[in-house]
């Protein structure tokens, strides 16, 4: 059985081993899942696990040129992935194509530091959307294009809009 350690990002410092959903991925996958639980959103608690020698298999981070650059993960070899991952590497040429893939390369040594990350809305990680009566509210006929446009929408919710939530 290959037992595989991650650090994924949220807080786990409550997780407990054997849930329900930890049998079943062991099971299926013949494996044992070791999660560092910690509070990964806690900058110095990851930097403090890491120092202490204490490493994932599988590492899920934002901001992953520092670690790379600092040894923390090794390069991921694109041929090997194209090789052995041919359904992730589709996903990520059809919804993200060159510009996720050179995203997640060095450019200073020119290696492949991560598994591009795409969603179905393609290389953005988060997509904005603004509610129709908010916008009508404020006198805004559609969504921004541009950082101007972003920035105006903002200031119209946080200056000049007063609303409701209703439970």
Known sequence: ??????????????YKEETRVEQILEEKYNVDL??????????????????????SDVFIRWGYSHFYKNNVIRAVPEDLMRKNMPNVVKYIDTLGGQPVWDKAYNYEDGKLMAIPTVTLAGAAKQVFAARQDWLDNTGINKLSET?????????????????????
């Open 1 to 14: 059985m290959l037992e595989l350690t991650w650090l994924v990002p949220g807080d786990w410092s409550s």
């Open 34 to 55: 070791e999660v560092i639980a910690i509070n990964a959103w806690d900058e110095e608690k990851v930097n403090v696990t890491l120092a202490s020698g204490t490493y």
């Open 147 to 167: 950082i101007d446009e972003l920035y105006d929408i903002l200031k119209a919710f946080t200056f000049t809009f007063t609303f409701t939530f209703t439970f």
